[in-house]
């Protein structure tokens, strides 16, 4: 198959491949790549598809992809790429009267512009006639100089054939929301797992911790129709703390053009739910309450539920029913949060459904086991975002058969992210056993 | 709220266990408001299967929306029953009032279109 270059972005490395997949199997694209060819560094990786058409369309959507180059040419020195280059002249002849435009970038070093112009000359024996544009060229060229200390220089060259979807970054910017709070995931990332739970029309996607809505906003945005709900209904109505009385979650759905798609919010406590039983979504993409911003809770009373407080007389009626009653919570430790989430996952998505979620994990501590399994749900990707102590990772589950009712998850050991609030405000040091 | 969402919710208080009570919901003092949003057909068709569509006519008929009594054979191909459904289940907003369980009688309140389903302390 033809070969192409993926352009990466230089951040969020370890996410890179995990979306790339994502995009492969969410737009029916076959792409073929010898994962030892992935360097962690490298913003290039040479990939096999089998046209440029459908190259374009993998990494449309992409946000951690700049573009896709058609290869015609990679190698240490600038004479190594024209020899390349030369094996394929009928390959010049397609561009040899359109427009075209060279782009030319270095990673690693910046060239001046005297540099890059003879760069550009340098390919003159392509002996392009047609028009130079700078903008709407019809053929767009693309060299770029790789410069690393620890790795071989490389000179790469080609023709971009598609770009990603990073301009979608600046539009969902939090800064630009009517409504956030200081847990709103930042835009990267909540576009990130909506290619991870790859939305798309025809979807019905499902937040249990939905906070101030970012992922109800960026699945919809692909075209999903999305739910969200949540223990705190100050956090949806936008009631208390940050931008107060801008009406919420609601007020950001004009501006994103998804008040048709995002269908409701509701308030209780996901591990005591009242959705009916039976799967009902096609995805989950949540970000759990770790207990370090927002307290992590759930109903209920430390030292166990007094019942008889709620019946309690109160002005002749009962405490439960009067306006003003908020019903107790208690802590909600965090494997218990994300055992619970396991569960409702397995049961509430269709077969071949995806959970995306955060899971902190403690650096140095972290082992594979401290990824909750279940028999019903498939690990598909886990990437890591480093905070130094600790680290957040990306997980992405996949349901590969019903829940039979009798399945659960037994853990076998503590996992590193057991009662992560004290871990982290004691800052990470060892526990004693 | 719109119908699609209260289609899917069931009553959870303690003890409260009775399917053919527990839901649907019965709506009491419904202030509804009609929005108009963009027709999905893909979204409405994935969805059919996992309405409960008995439910549903219960409920539509309480709020006096229309809606066909049976699902069509090529329900993708009937533009006049999706219509119906988009209608019924994505611009039917209900704005205020409560969801009470005809089990227990729980009563959920919806204020400015979002359900409060918290459970009192001795319901959980």
């Known amino acids: ?433 | 709220m719109r119908l699609i969402t209260h289609n899917m919710l069931k009553c959870h208080v303690k003890n409260c266990d009775n399917p053919d009570k527990q839901f649907p919901l019965r709506f009491k003092g419904a202030e509804l408001e009609q929005v108009e949003a963009e027709r999905n057909d893909e979204f409405l068709v994935r969805m059919i299967p996992r309405l409960d569509w008995r439910a549903l006519l219960v409920t539509t008929k309480e709020l006096g929306i229309e809606l066909p009594e049976n699902i069509p054979e090529e329900p993708e191909n009937d533009d006049a029953f999706l219509q119906a459904l988009h209608t019924a289940i994505l611009e039917t907003h209900v704005k205020e009032g409560s969801m009470v369980c005809n089990g227990c009688s729980h009563e959920y309140k919806i204020t400015k279109g979002i359900p409060n389903m918290l459970l009192a302390e001795h319901e959980i």
């Not at chain 1, 540099?115 to 060229?137: N, T």
């Not at chain 1, 939905?210 to 949540?230: E, N, P």
């Not at chain 1, 107790?328 to 077969?351: F, H, N, Q, W």
Request: aromatic share 12%; net charge negative; proline share 5%.
């Open chain 1, 1 to 433: 198959m033809p070969k192409f270059i993926v352009y990466f972005a230089q951040l969020h490395e370890d996410f890179r491949l995990a979306e790339l997949n994502a995009l492969s199997k969410l737009e029916n694209v076959r792409v073929e790549y010898d994962p030892c060819n992935y360097i962690l560094e490298s913003p290039f990786l040479v990939v096999e598809i089998s046209s440029a058409e459908q190259a374009a369309k993998l990494v449309r959507r992409a946000i951690l992809i700049r573009s896709i180059i058609e290869y015609w040419g990679s190698g240490r020195t600038y004479n190594d790429v024209y020899a390349e280059v030369r094996q394929e002249q009928e390959r010049w002849a397609l561009y040899k009267t359109c427009s075209f435009k060279f782009t030319v970038d270095a990673f690693g070093k910046s060239l001046t512009q005297e540099e890059k112009i003879r760069v550009i000359d340098g390919f003159s024996f392509l002996g392009f006639e047609g028009p130079i544009r700078m903008r709407g060229a019809e053929a767009e060229f693309f060299v770029c100089e790789e410069h690393d200390e620890t790795r071989e220089e490389r000179v790469w060259f080609g023709r971009i054939v598609g770009t990603g979807s990073r301009d979608l970054i600046d539009r969902f910017d939090v800064k630009k929301r009517k409504y956030l709070g200081n847990t709103t995931m930042d835009a990267e990332l909540s576009l990130l797992m909506a290619n991870q739970a790859q939305a798309q029309n025809g979807m019905f996607v499902y937040d249990p911790f939905v906070g101030t809505g970012s992922f109800l906003l960026t699945c919809a945005h692909f075209g999903a129709c999305t739910v969200g709900s949540d223990i705190d209904g100050r956090q949806i109505r936008g009631t208390a703390g940050f931008k107060r009385g801008v009406d919420g979650i609601r007020a950001n759905l004009a501006q994103y053009n998804v008040e048709s798609r995002v269908i409701d919010t509701a308030v209780f406590d996901a591990s005591r739910n009242p959705w009916r039983p039976g799967p009902l979504f096609d995805a989950i993409v949540t970000d759990p309450p770790y207990g370090v911003r927002a307290g992590a809770k759930r109903q209920g009373r430390v030292g166990g539920t007094k019942g008889e407080l709620a019946l309690r007389l109160v002005d002749g009626v009962a405490s439960y029913t009067r306006p003003d009653y908020y019903p107790p919570t208690e802590p909600y430790e965090m494997s218990d949060v994300i055992r619970d989430l396991l569960a409702l996952a397995a049961e509430k998505l269709v077969v071949g459904g995806r959970l995306v979620y955060w899971l902190p994990t403690v650096a140095g501590e972290y082992t594979a086991q401290d990824v909750p399994e279940h028999p019903v749900l498939r690990l598909v990707a886990n990437s890591e975002q480093p905070f130094g102590s600790w680290s957040r990772r990306l997980i992405t589950m996949e349901k590969i058969k019903a829940l039979d009712l009798h399945e659960a998850i037994v853990p076998e050991r503590d996992p590193a992210h057991k009662n992560f609030r004290d871990r982290y405000f004691s800052k990470f040091e060892p526990v004693e056993l």
